[in-house]
């Protein structure tokens, strides 16, 4: 085993050397060159401050904006500093309780509002920080939103579609509406 | 399920297979050592690492040296990652200041990496230094990965060469995997993923002001950390408001391109590659399920290449990709029926242009249900054990897939390297089946199958279920194994099933609510990690050693020809046949009762 042991240790520094120093901080170099807004994590920037991520998602509950999913991270929602989903199982007492509470809010924001509710919208994302709802649960909340800004539904529609992305490449993935920059483009209307 | 869902998991399949043909062929220089390019470039490196390692590349290792060799070396690795986490609050690139790592969980997760698991009983951006993930979870993506390759290629060798006594060098074998495999496909691929959002950065994390601040409710906790009751023995809860957010980040695209490639699956951060900032779109999301199962496939054309008759690979990958195909189907199939108890409370779940639909508990939007069903097989086909969406919130029996898949053994494609030798452990039980029904003596790729060959392969594939199901079983009984459950009735079960089966198989991926952060699970984890490796390997590679001294038996009428429908066809009873046996039982009790008490309402 001898044999072995100056080979092992001598290895096991210089792939260490290659893939734990020179490989990340080539990829660093190369990424802050070649897209620094992406590899510093796409935030937007208004007034030389940074007020948020386009790929990070902030809870929402008041009715004048629009809500994005129910976020399990601890101890607040979307808290982007421990991500986290709920992981309760589909026949557990808690996710029905949790369902019925989210449905809950959503119809005391907006009494009379009878339509179903789009499941993405009463269910837990798997980061926690889900940026995005579908173009059918932004509908759902047009007539909400639209009523708390005075605004009419048809403009709130236009807003929405403007921040709707349709699949990548006409193929992968799933139609989305961003939340937060829905929700920005809509306070700079004022 | 959708039109769309469809043409996405196909879309996938079309990209994979147009693949596996030039990189086998690549890979099959790089192990035969023959000229392929990359060799002028990077030629003095490996040199370098030669000289300084005081090894002779020329230099042939019997399967003894050849184990201990790969043991030494992966010991190495595990005291330095050990090492690593115990002392990273001293070490520099660790701007959240995070301390030690406590011990138990120092072991677990030393034992994770170096084992090619990535079970992660800890959350990324709350436990680990930026030095940490780069010099230990990194480092340890490649060289694991690099190890499993190294030993294929070792019984690949035992196959390909008769009346030999060596089956190659460890070193070189290890070198040249992570040279000129691993670290040029790493690199192409975190520069895509930081092209559409991955975040690769040393600066600390940024604080951002929320644009609506929340007030929300949160436990009391009192003075030693406990959560505080009230009179009526509830824990108390206080109003909060919170103003910002803090955004976690780091070198995430450069470590999650090795963590898929190499079948690795340790997410930078706690969510994984549902993390926005680890695969922030379909595009990476498409990308990371390529990586992952990209050179187990491809490794089937390196081996028909290397034992001379391509044929032979194509069957293997056809046994493989038919398991995978069916089983992305079944669990697309199960989410999109979605959960009819939330349906009764008037919830949308039908898919359509507008909405993913389905059970979207644990999911992203942009990847939707089809993304999320094709990732959850393929991580758990092969042994990378990421994940775009949280298994534990699946329906039970779009749980019971991945369960299913990493109790197959981790042959449905596998591990780099690991995989396919597991695979090949199949054939040879496949040819000895088919040899004892028709009277013959067993032979595989002209190597006549005899009592050792048998005798290491039964090892091989009973070691694994009785790992699994033994410590399942002393979870279940103990207090110290059921005070980790999280969700109630069967599907508390199923997380225990679940982590051993994903440990057991060096999977890595879990049921996420089972809480994994005690001594118990730490330990008897680290155990089962490392027992599930090393313990294959060094039977593997003494197989690798006995196949190559044999010599080449001429095919004759009654040789069973390993490249035909029909041997694909056996090749799948063989595996379909010893995980169904072994486990069926135990499903039964986890995810297949939960879905009938689901359906029932």
């Not at chain 2, 050792?452 to 207090?479: N, Q």
Request: aromatic share 8%; glycine share 10%; net charge neutral.
């Amino acid at each position: 085993m001898n044999d072995h042991l100056r080979p092992a240790v001598m290895a096991l520094l210089s792939l260490t050397l290659l893939t734990g120093l020179v490989y990340p901080l080539a990829v660093t170099g190369l990424a802050q060159i070649l897209f620094p807004h992406q590899a510093n994590g796409s935030v937007i920037v208004r007034n030389g401050k940074i007020i948020g991520s386009s790929l990070i998602g902030q809870p929402f509950d008041a009715a004048q904006y629009f809500w994005g999913r129910p976020s399990a991270t601890a101890p607040f929602p979307y808290n982007s500093a421990a991500s986290s989903g709920s992981n309760v199982g589909p026949t557990n007492e808690a996710l029905i309780k949790a369902v019925q509470a989210r449905i809950a809010a959503l119809k005391a924001a907006d009494p009379g509002h009878v339509r179903p509710i789009p499941v993405d919208l009463v269910t837990a994302s798997g980061s926690g920080l889900d940026p995005h709802i579908c173009p059918a649960a932004a509908e759902y909340q047009v007539h909400r939103v639209a009523r708390a800004r005075a605004l009419d539904e048809a403009t709130v529609r236009q807003v929405v579609a403007q921040h709707t992305h349709g699949r990548q490449f006409g193929i992968l993935g799933e139609p989305r509406v961003n939340v937060l920059e829905l929700n920005l483009a809509l306070d700079a209307m004022h | 399920m959708t039109l769309n869902g469809g043409l996405q998991i196909g879309l996938y399949f079309l990209a994979l297979l147009a693949l596996v043909k030039p990189l086998g062929w690549y890979m099959a220089r790089v192990y035969e050592g023959q000229v392929m390019g990359l060799d002028r470039v990077l030629g003095s490196i490996e040199r370098w690492i030669y000289r300084i390692c005081g090894v002779r590349a020329g230099e042939e290792m019997d399967w003894r040296a050849y184990a201990g060799a790969m043991l030494m070396f992966n010991a190495a690795g595990l005291l330095a990652l050990y090492a690593l986490q115990r002392l990273q609050g001293l070490l520099p690139l660790n701007p959240q200041g995070f301390g030690a790592v406590p011990p138990d969980l120092a072991f677990n997760t030393a034992a994770s990496f170096t084992t090619n698991t990535n079970w992660q009983a800890y959350g990324g951006e709350t436990t680990m230094s930026y030095l940490t993930n780069m010099l230990g979870m990194t480092v340890q993506n490649f060289v694991s990965a690099a190890t499993g390759m190294a030993i294929l290629v070792a019984l690949i060798r035992g196959f390909a060469r008769r009346s030999d006594t060596t089956i190659g060098n460890f070193w070189v074998d290890l070198v040249r995997s992570v040279l000129y495999i691993l670290v040029p496909l790493s690199l192409i691929l975190a520069l895509v993923l930081v092209s559409q959002g991955a975040v690769q950065t040393l600066s600390s994390y940024h604080a951002v002001p929320l644009l609506q601040s929340l007030r929300y409710e949160r436990p009391v906790a009192d003075a030693s950390g406990q959560p505080a009751l009230d009179d009526k023995g509830q824990p108390k809860r206080e109003q909060a408001a919170v103003s910002e957010q803090i955004l976690a980040v780091g070198p995430a695209a450069s470590q999650v391109a090795i963590k898929h490639l190499g079948t690795n699956g340790g997410g930078f951060f706690n969510a994984n590659s549902a993390h926005p900032f680890e695969s922030p779109s379909p595009l990476t999301d498409f990308l990371l399920i390529l990586a992952e199962t990209l050179l187990a496939a491809a490794f089937t054309y390196t081996f028909g290449k290397m034992v001379g008759d391509t044929r032979q690979g194509w069957a293997i990958l056809a046994a493989m990709l038919i398991v995978l195909g069916i089983f992305v189907v079944g669990a697309y199939q199960a989410e999109s029926a979605g959960n009819p108890r939330i349906a009764a409370l008037g919830v949308n779940q039908q898919a359509s242009d507008l909405q993913p639909g389905g059970n979207m508990e644990g999911k992203e939007v942009r990847f939707g249900l089809a993304r999320s069903a094709l990732f959850a097989t393929a991580t758990t086909a092969t042994s990378t054990g990421a994940v775009n969406s949280m298994h534990d919130s699946f329906t039970p029996l779009g749980g019971l897939v991945p369960l299913v898949m990493m109790q197959f053994g981790e042959v449905i494609l596998g591990g780099v390297g690991s995989g396919l030798y597991g695979m090949l452990i199949f054939a040879i039980i496949a040819v000895f089946v088919a040899g004892l029904m028709v009277g013959r003596t067993p032979e595989y790729l002209g190597k006549k199958i005899e009592s050792y060959e048998m005798k290491m392969a039964s090892l091989l594939i009973l070691i694994m279920p009785m790992i699994v199901l033994g410590f399942t079983a002393v979870a279940v009984v103990t207090d110290s194994g059921q005070s980790s459950i999280f969700n109630p009735g069967p599907h508390g079960f199923s997380e225990v099933l679940y982590a051993y089966s994903s440990m057991g198989n060096n999977n890595g991926s879990a049921f996420g609510g089972l809480n994994a952060n005690t001594s118990f699970y730490n330990l008897t984890g680290g155990v089962v990690m490392l027992m599930a490796r090393f313990w294959l390997a060094i039977l593997t590679l003494a197989l690798a050693g006995s196949l190559a001294r044999k010599k080449l038996v001429p095919s004759g009428p009654g040789t069973l020809p390993t490249h035909t429908p029909l041997f694909v066809v056996l090749l799948i009873g063989t595996v379909v046949l010893v995980g169904v046996l072994t486990f069926l039982p135990a499903l039964a009790l986890g995810p297949i009762v939960e879905h009938l008490l689901m359906v029932k309402g």
